[in-house]
């Protein structure tokens, strides 16, 4: 019995032990500073990305559809480099580096994706850009075309 309640006692101490010790603190990412540089990166890509969907417009007919930049989404401010700028979906031939020509950023803090849509109203594209913060996934999105407006988001987290 002695020994029954010893060893109760001892499991007891080491879980109090065990729960007791410190746990690391995770610094928390400044998220209104993450969204400025992405919003920062953005304001510089979107002119470009405008353009040259223009120009693929009018020399295909269609507008570009960009799959997902980074096979890992970019995390807490990371840049990482977009590493499938060389994809394109199945049904087109043209691919991220095509599509940009010379002007690929050699790292972002995020990933990028464009989305086309033909509606009642017509068509057009959707990009937006996808980023980790704190373990949250976050979008934002602008859209161009005459269905924009359901289209363009702000900042929010992705279910």
Known sequence: MKRSILLLLSLLLVAVLIVSEPQP???QV?????????????????????????????????????????????ADGNVAFPDNWGSSPTDQNTNWQDF?????????????????????????FTACVWAYANGDLYRRCKAIGPEKQPRTLDWHIYP
Do not use: C
């Open 25 to 27: 603190v995770t610094a």
């Open 30 to 74: 400044n998220l209104s500073a993450l969204k400025a540089q992405i919003d920062g990166e953005l304001a510089l890509l979107w002119d470009i990305i405008l353009t040259r969907q223009l120009a693929h417009y009018s020399m295909y007919g269609k507008w570009f559809q960009g799959m997902i930049t980074h096979g890992t989404i970019p």
């Open 100 to 124: 940009l020509d010379t002007r690929l950023p050699a790292t972002l803090p995020m990933a990028i994706t464009i989305d086309v849509y033909t509606g009642p109203l017509g068509s057009g």
